[in-house]
């Protein structure tokens, strides 16, 4: 194993840290002519990539068809995402690497370790599990699992046989899993008895139970996780283990096309109703596949830790596709990371001897608040490469991290993406660089981005705008909104006409070749680096018979960045305390824990426009602080003054 030693230098006098010669020598990609050189031609590019990392069925007749806000990529190519995952690497004799280290939450639990060969063998039978329970290609198969490594066997098996998985992360709540069900029509549910949360064992079962009746679940298999006692419903429950008893440990990988859906992640909008993101199968595993190799530097003895949970779209990039296209080696971890002590994922570094480890700012700072002794008690010399995902980073956060966990050696990957664009699509390249703190990089290369003002005009100099992408787009973008044309041309393709997709994120340039991202334009939270849309937790509320009308806003927060806050005008009821737990438990109950309001102010009315809209930018720069602007725009410009009160507004 290559054993790191100082991996940057730096910081030159802009404050930027390089990679040093031994990080470019080892780096795939060291020449930042490749900008260039992709930005050229950057079909031509992808179709480099594509041809060179992927093994495909059929080759492609055409490489990209563009028709606004449409477009496909490797058209008419046929290919298999598990096949390029898990069968090709057996074929090449890899078959007894580890694929993935699986580290259980509890101490006296071992760690499993499942090579190639024990996916190819599993992810077979399991494919074969589907099929005999009348799975099809194109068929939807909804997955409700926590981090064990049957979520990973069930998302390759889907994509074995071409039926389109839905992961659900697992601490969503019933009524979360319910929508999520009834909107992708799946006839299958994968869930498990329990997991184990901070030593205790949450009953994953029961909500599961309460999120299918009356759906088109027609089958549910229950993996035995926990060993708890569950309700299993004669007829429509099944153990996991019982159906892989005995069950043909071969099932071919079908030929799917290029454009055929690989799966459906659901994600927040600005509306109460989560959005069905598309992915396909081609698009998506060329970028998941160079993606991983480039920003993460992945060699044959890497051993790679992505934090994030499977049921977000880092969790499905970066815990399954990326790294098992590329033939690696991934830890996956079920639990908390201060369990049973705050310094767990460090012992777990320093235990596997971890060289790339990839998580998010709230992460980082939580960990700084919980104090350096933490990780000062491990050898964390192993660390090569450090990530960071999800939400704008700060300096401080960026420091520590740099300095406590990557001990001054390690470069930091600040990569800037989103559930749409299926992978990274800005950041800089471990040996490239540069990396500046609180700076996401350059495009990657073959991708082309830009920040505009709002009619439209590219910004010059560091003025801020909002980012935008450009066609050719990235191959692994969205291919739409599961059943909702309309809102996909709303969301990504209005803003500026359907030639150019709209991330919602505002951003501005360093020295004009460099993004830092200012964070979400519309009403979307990102709470601990979660997405959460104000609509969701507002129509929760709104459930609330007593309650007349709500509007939820962010509220910046120490360590997870922000948090939402609720303001509540009650029907004829008078406020209380007990008013204010019963509807953070509806929030709970409706989208999950994560979703909690931090506050719930009762207020009398709410500022509105005159077509009646909620000012919640006004209430946004109420917390804050911030100057309100112009009120006398507003509908009834006297609920100001007590809403300043509410919130002790000092201007
Ligand atoms: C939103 C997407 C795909 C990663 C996990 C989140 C914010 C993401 C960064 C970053 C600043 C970031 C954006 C984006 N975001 N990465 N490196 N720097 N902001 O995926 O839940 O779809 O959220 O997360 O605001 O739009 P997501």
Redesign the pocket.
């Known amino acids: 194993m290559v054993l790191a030693t100082k991996w940057v230098v730096g910081p030159d006098e802009k404050g930027y840290f390089w990679p040093n010669e031994e990080a470019k020598k080892h780096a795939w990609v060291n020449d930042p002519k490749i900008y260039e050189e992709a930005a050229k031609d950057p079909v031509a590019f992808w179709e480099k990539l594509a041809s060179e990392g992927i093994t495909w069925f059929k080759k492609w007749d055409k490489a990209y068809e563009w028709n606004p806000p449409y477009y496909k990529w490797f058209v008419g190519a046929k290919l298999n995402v598990c096949y390029n995952c898990v069968d090709r690497h057996v074929e090449a004799g890899k078959g007894d690497k580890p694929a993935i280290i699986w580290i259980p939450e509890p101490t006296d639990e071992p760690k499993r370790v499942l090579t190639y060969n024990d996916l190819y063998r599993e992810v077979q039978k399991f494919a074969n599990v589907l099929k005999n329970l009348g799975v099809k290609k194109g068929d939807r198969v909804a997955i409700y699992l926590p981090m064990i490594p049957e979520v990973q066997i069930a998302m390759l098996a889907c994509a074995r046989i071409g039926a389109v998985h839905s992961v659900v992360f697992s601490a969503f709540s019933a009524d979360s899993l319910r929508t999520r069900i009834e909107d992708s029509e799946a006839k299958i549910l994968i869930t498990a008895d329990g997991y184990y949360r901070r030593g205790k064992i949450i009953n994953l079962k029961q909500n599961a139970d309460k999120a299918v009746e009356n759906t088109t679940i027609e089958k549910v298999i229950v993996v035995k996780r926990a060993g708890i006692k569950v309700d299993m419903k004669e007829g429509r429950d099944l153990w996991w283990h019982e159906l892989m008893e005995n069950v043909s440990s071969s099932c071919e990988a079908e030929s799917m096309d290029s454009e055929d859906m690989l799966f459906l992640l659901y994600?927040s909008g600005t509306t109460g109703k989560p959005k069905g993101v598309v992915h396909t199968t081609g698009g998506y595993i060329v970028m998941a596949y160079w993606s991983s190799r480039w920003v993460f530097d992945l060699h044959e003895d890497d051993i790679f830790w992505c934090t994030a949970d499977i049921g977000?779209?880092?969790g499905h990039t970066y815990n399954c596709y990326g790294p098992l296209a590329n033939g690696a080696t991934l830890l996956f971890y079920e639990g908390a990371p201060d369990w049973p002590e705050k310094d767990r994922w460090w012992q777990i570094i320093e235990e596997n001897k971890v060289t790339v480890f990839y998580t998010a700012p709230t992460a980082i700072r939580m960990f700084a608040q919980w104090g350096e002794q933490w990780p000062a008690k491990h050898d964390l010399s192993s660390l090569r490469i450090l990530g960071?995902?999800?939400?704008?980073?700060d300096r401080d956060a960026w420091m520590w991290y740099f300095k406590h966990i990557g001990g001054s050696r390690c470069p930091i990957v600040?990569?800037?993406?989103?559930?749409?664009t299926g992978g990274t699509l800005i950041t800089s390249l471990p040996g490239i660089g540069p990396f500046i703190p609180t700076v996401?990089g350059r495009p990657f290369p073959g991708v082309t981005a830009d920040i505009l003002d709002s009619e439209g005009k590219p910004v010059g100099g560091d003025t801020g705008g909002y980012l935008v992408i450009k066609s050719p787009f990235p191959p692994s973008l969205l291919r739409g909104l599961y059943k909702d044309e309309e809102k996909y041309i709303e969301t990504y393709w209005k803003e500026y006409g359907k030639e150019i997709y709209f991330?919602?994120?505002g951003a501005r340039w360093i020295e004009g070749k460099y993004i830092r991202?200012t964070?979400?334009v519309d009403d979307v939270m990102?709470v601990a680096?979660?997405?959460l849309s104000s609509a969701e937790v507002e129509n929760a509320i709104d459930s609330d018979e007593r309650v007349s009308e709500c509007a939820v806003v962010p509220k910046p927060h120490a360590i997870k960045g922000e948090v939402p806050v609720a303001f509540v005008v009650l029907k004829n009821v008078e406020p209380s305390e007990q008013l204010k737990q019963e509807l953070i438990e509806l929030v709970k109950q409706h989208i999950g824990p994560t979703a909690k309001p931090e506050e719930i102010i009762f207020v009398k009315e709410l500022p509105k426009t005159r077509s009646g809209k909620i000012m919640r930018r006004m209430l946004k720069a109420l917390l804050k602080n911030e100057p309100l602007g112009d009120t006398t725009t507003l509908q009834n410009p006297e609920s100001i003054e007590h809403l300043k009160e509410a919130v002790g507004y000092k201007g």
Do not use: L, S
């Not at 960071?388 to 980073?393: A, D, F, K, Y």
């Open positions: 994600t977000w779209i880092t960071t995902v999800g939400e704008p980073i600040d990569t800037w993406w989103q559930t749409e996401a991330t919602n994120d991202i964070g979400r990102n680096g979660h997405r």
